[in-house]
């Protein structure tokens, strides 16, 4: 079966930083997106990543290993709006988007 | 980036009622548009994926006769949740994406439906 795994919920101060994992099992791979959710409201796009590597915009980071099936999210300058749920998702082999549960990110003073 | 607008943003509605949310691709041309429904702190779960002028995939367990989807047009999307009851009462999403997007979606802002 198609999984993906990342924590349910963490908590990072304000002004720090933080890395949200992703690790995925999927029939094929054709990209793996980070999207950012706030309560009540649809999830916006953050990164996508297809190659191996860091891909680095502004106080996001995203970075991949197709050999290890893992992703994770960097979020550096932490600050209160960054508060949101961030859902891992991948692109399998029938270009189809295979969502994990999301992360609830608590950002505290 | 492109955007993807829904209406209503909200809807309140008794049971037994059927309820129309749109989904519409403003500036590109959506080859695929994907219908989410996500229930308060929860993940979203797909239910369906249309394709322009042929009949929607479903995912299992959605009913396909409760959840009707149109997807007429490169730009238009229609959800109709037929004979709504208070266990439909959730967040509807859409989300579509384009032929030359590298796969990404698109998201709507999306519809909160309670029935009472």
């Known amino acids: 079966g198609q999984n993906i795994d990342q924590p349910t919920e963490m908590t990072a101060t304000e002004g720090a930083i933080v890395q949200i994992n992703c690790t995925y099992q999927t029939s094929g791979f054709n990209g793996l997106f980070w999207y950012q959710q706030h309560a009540g409201e649809a999830p916006t796009f953050l990164s996508y990543n297809v190659l191996d590597g860091l891909e680095e915009k502004g106080r996001f980071s995203s970075f991949l290993s197709r050999s290890k099936g893992y992703s994770y999210l960097l979020l550096k300058e932490l600050q209160m709006k960054d508060s949101a749920s961030y859902l891992c998702?991948?692109?399998?082999?029938?270009?189809?988007?295979?969502w994990g549960a999301g992360t609830k990110l608590i950002i505290k003073p | 980036g492109a955007v993807v607008s829904q209406h209503p943003s909200w809807v309140i509605c008794k049971s037994g009622t059927s309820v129309k949310i749109e989904c519409r691709s403003l500036?590109?041309?959506?080859?695929?548009m994907f219908w989410y429904r996500q229930f308060p702190k929860q993940s979203l779960m797909l239910m369906a994926t249309s394709n322009e002028g042929s009949k929607a995939t479903y995912e299992q367990g959605v009913e396909k006769d409760k959840f009707l989807i149109n997807h007429a047009s490169l730009t238009l999307s229609t959800l109709t949740v037929t004979s709504a009851h208070p266990e439909d009462s959730s967040f509807y999403i859409c989300?579509?994406?384009?032929?030359?997007?590298?796969?990404?979606?698109?998201f709507g802002p999306g519809t909160r439906l309670t029935v009472l």
């Open positions: 500036d590109f041309q959506a080859t695929t």
């Open positions: 998702a991948v692109v399998d082999s029938n270009y189809q988007l295979i």
């Open positions: 989300s579509a994406r384009g032929s030359s997007s590298h796969n990404e979606q698109f």
